[in-house]
């Protein structure tokens, strides 16, 4: 069983930064893809960014390049989000999702296997 616990959401002003983590046990994380989605309300969930197994490639959301990084470090089984100058249209209930095998394109939700249960991120004026 797979089991990912996102966490470092919260409420934060306009221009702030967040760091969001990713923890996941089960099946082997270094050798999994993950993403990070994020879901406002009435509206469908969005891919925000992917990292594969290695680390090495990332590819961003048009909406957040340049101001979000994704990360991660095997050792602790963690991808971490760092969220820069964040806008009041990043809030969001951002999830984490984890991909196994090659199935593309990483911004489809349908080609994850395991999701997190997400966690609040708020931006204010």
């Known amino acids: 069983q797979v089991q990912l616990v996102e966490s470092g959401g919260g409420l934060v002003q306009a221009g702030e930064s967040l760091r969001l983590s990713c923890a996941t046990s089960?099946?082997?994380?270094?050798?999994?893809?993950m993403g990070w989605f994020r879901q406002a309300p009435g509206k469908e969930r969005q891919f925000v960014g992917y990292?594969?197994?290695?680390?090495?490639?990332?590819y961003y959301a048009d909406s957040v390049k340049g101001r979000f990084t994704i990360s991660r470090d095997n050792a602790k089984n963690t991808v971490y989000l760092q969220m820069n100058s964040l806008k009041p249209e990043d809030t969001a209930v951002y999830y984490c999702?984890?991909?196994?095998?090659?199935?593309?394109?990483?911004?489809?939700?349908?080609?994850?296997?395991?999701w997190g249960q997400g966690t609040q991120v708020t931006v204010s004026i």
């Open positions: 999702a984890v991909k196994f095998g090659s199935s593309w394109p990483p911004t489809r939700t349908s080609v994850y296997n395991y």
């Open positions: 089960g099946r082997t994380f270094s050798s999994s893809d």
């Open positions: 990292i594969n197994w290695s680390g090495v490639d990332t």
